[in-house]
T-cell receptor
Framework: QITLKESGPTLVKPTQTLTLTCTFS??????????VGWIRQPPGKALEWLAL???????RYSPSLRSRLTITKDTSKNQVVLIMTNMDPVDTATYYC????WGSGTYYFDYWGQGTLVPVSS | QTVVTQEPSLSVSPGGTVTLTCGLS?????????PSWYQQTPGQAPRTLLY???TRSSGVPDRYSGSILGNKAALTITGAQAEDEADYYC??????????FGGGTKVTVL
């Protein structure tokens, strides 16, 4: 059974750096064809893909946010960390992590965490 | 900047059929963009319905199907049920592992 859970601060001030942790179980990021991604959703708005890290430590970032994002993994702890710098109120959103699996010619997201709401306010 | 377009809202009668589409601002959508579809009900995390155009995720009923219609990806719900009322998002793989989501379609069953 695959589960993921996001954790992070309950409030972030503008210009601060956000650190989010995705703790997962039921799979290993040492396994070929596996990845973990981050997706966010501002209140009442659409999903936005942020970043993805693969089993082989390859990483991909949203081009529009690339300069502010860093994604890393700790396979011994079954965790993936997303760091976003220079936070702004427009970054207020629910942040989701999701399990990604290779299948039918592509990686795709199949299991999602419950999400964590990150308000950005002074 | 690449924009993925979806209908803002659609309605369907119980038992009816509705088709949602997913287009690109810059070019036709093909299977090479590996379109995927996600369902989200209020206050819940997204649920994966389909990936790679038409492959259903585990446990997804076969009333959900995917295809390419013209120059867009499409999600068709056949025999709509009340529980299908939700927001639906498509996502496209632009290549090099870069994903982009559409703006979402709110489906009302009435």
């Amino acid at each position: 059974q695959i589960t993921l859970k996001e954790s992070g601060p309950t409030l972030v001030k503008p210009t601060q750096t956000l650190t989010l942790t995705c703790t997962f179980s039921g799979f290993s990021l040492r396994s070929s064809g596996v990845g973990v991604g981050w997706i966010r959703q501002p209140p009442g708005k659409a999903l936005e893909w942020l970043a993805l890290i693969y089993w082989d430590d390859d990483k991909r970032y949203s081009p529009s946010l690339r300069s502010r994002l860093t994604i890393t993994k700790d396979t011994s702890k079954n965790q993936v960390v997303l760091i976003m710098t220079n936070m702004d109120p427009v970054d207020t959103a629910t942040y989701y992590c999701a399990h990604s699996l290779w299948g039918s010619g592509t990686y795709y997201f199949d299991y999602w965490g419950q999400g964590t709401l990150v308000p950005v306010s002074s | 900047q690449t924009v993925v377009t979806q209908e803002p809202s659609l309605s369907v009668s119980p038992g009816g059929t509705v088709t949602l589409t997913c287009g690109l601002s810059s070019e036709p959508v093909s299977t090479g963009f590996y379109p995927s579809w996600y369902q989200q009900t209020p206050g819940q995390a997204p649920r994966t319905l389909l990936y790679s155009t038409n492959t259903r995720s585990s446990g997804v009923p076969d009333r959900y199907s995917g295809s390419i219609l013209g120059n867009k990806a499409a999600l068709t719900i056949t025999g709509a049920q009340a529980e299908d009322e939700a927001d639906y998002y498509c996502a496209l793989n632009l290549g090099s592992g870069i994903w982009v989501f559409g703006g979402g379609t709110k489906v009302t069953v009435l």
